[in-house]
């Protein structure tokens, strides 16, 4: 079955420099969410969206943005980048009124 | 949504069964309860999730007590591969994850 799909997988950067994160979601599914784990921590949620809008924020910095497009994949920009960023990147999929999320494999950011 | 709590860690002999405690005492009569797993910085993946009935699929048993108050994950024969941390979380009906601190479990030969 197909899975969620985040690309890059590894990443680094250095400080004050931007990156962006795509996540693709299991086909028909119409939400997407944001997770950051940073080391030895939990995943933190971020950011979501349901049908290409913003549903629910969290601890989202303002240097970071997201967007979901017309064919349900969300790319997560984040500028200024510091080195408090570094952390793992998840993405997760569901569909409309349906609590299971998917994850993808998330993405390894590093910053220098 | 409700806080859960769940236990720093717990170690399993491989091939029992692993009973997996999490509290969330505050729980509302619509909030759901699921669990899910990560492995080692992979993605969490979803196990099983509950509302009032006890429920079982081909990776877990999730056992509600009647008050909702309190439920138990149960991996009925654990293997090597079921090392990871495990994670309770109650929600409405769906919208984002709190994520808590998660039981670290260690199965063990």
């Known amino acids: 079955a197909a899975g969620v799909i985040q690309s890059p997988r590894h990443l680094i950067k250095e400080k004050r420099e931007t990156a962006t994160l795509k996540c693709y979601p299991i086909?028909?599914?119409?939400?997407v969410y944001w997770y950051q784990q940073g080391p030895g921590q939990d995943p933190q949620f971020l950011i979501s969206?349901?049908?290409?809008?913003?549903?629910d924020k969290g601890s989202i910095p303002d240097r970071f943005s997201a967007q979901q497009f017309s064919d349900y994949h969300s790319e997560l920009n984040m500028s200024s980048l510091e080195l408090g960023d570094s952390a793992l990147y998840f993405c997760?999929?569901?569909?409309?009124?349906?609590?299971?999320?998917?994850f993808g494999p998330g993405t390894r950011l590093t910053v220098t | 949504d409700a806080k859960t709590t769940q236990p720093t860690s717990m170690d399993c002999a491989e091939g029992r069964a692993a009973n997996l405690p999490c509290n969330h005492s505050t729980i509302s009569g619509n909030e759901y309860v699921y669990w899910y797993r990560q492995i080692h910085s992979q993605g969490p993946q979803y196990i099983i999730h509950g509302l009032k009935n006890n429920e079982t699929n081909e990776m877990a048993s999730l056992i509600i007590t009647e008050d909702r108050k309190s439920s138990t994950l149960i991996l009925p024969h654990a293997t090597l591969r079921d090392t990871a941390v495990y994670y309770c979380?109650?929600?409405?009906?769906?919208?984002?994850?709190?994520f808590g601190a998660g039981t670290q479990v260690v199965v063990t030969p």
């Open positions: 969206f349901y049908e290409k809008m913003q549903s």
């Open positions: 997760a999929s569901s569909w409309t009124s349906k609590g299971e999320q998917y």
């Open positions: 979380i109650v929600i409405y009906s769906w919208g984002k994850f709190q």
């Open positions: 086909p028909r599914h119409d939400t």
